[in-house]
């Protein structure tokens, strides 16, 4: 069984800067890729950013390319997300995923754990 518990959310004003943190219980947390998703109310669950097993490969969604940063720590048994430049459409909750893959993994459907959300305001 895996576990992962989110931390970091909060309320910001536009143009802050937020640091998610995923912690992962279970020893196979380096072996798979992991990822961030969000989901605003009354819309659907949608990607973010994703990480390879090894931390080498990294993947965004559009809306946050140049501004979000995915990174691990396997030592660490964490995930991270620092986002920058917020804007007021960021606004949502966040969830931390492992993924059934190694690499990329950009799907709802690859991902088979599920942290329980930090929510994420932007104030304009």
């Known amino acids: 069984q895996v576990q992962l518990v989110e931390s970091g959310g909060g309320l910001v004003q536009a143009g802050g800067s937020l640091r998610l943190s995923c912690a992962a219980s279970?020893?196979?947390?380096?072996?798979?890729?992991m990822g961030w998703f969000r989901q605003a109310p009354g819309m659907e669950r949608e990607f973010v950013a994703a990480?390879?097993?090894?931390?080498?490969?990294?993947y965004y969604a559009d809306s946050v390319k140049g501004r979000f940063t995915i990174s691990r720590d396997n030592d660490k048994n964490t995930v991270y997300l620092q986002m920058n430049s917020l804007k007021p459409e960021d606004t949502a909750v966040y969830y931390c995923?492992?993924?059934?893959?190694?690499?990329?993994?950009?799907?709802?459907?690859?991902?088979?754990?599920w942290g329980q959300g930090t929510q994420v305001t932007v104030s304009s």
């Open positions: 990480i390879s097993w090894s931390g080498y490969y990294k």
């Open positions: 279970g020893r196979t947390f380096s072996s798979y890729a």
């Open positions: 995923a492992r993924s059934i893959r190694t690499v990329q993994a950009m799907g709802v459907e690859e991902y088979d754990y």
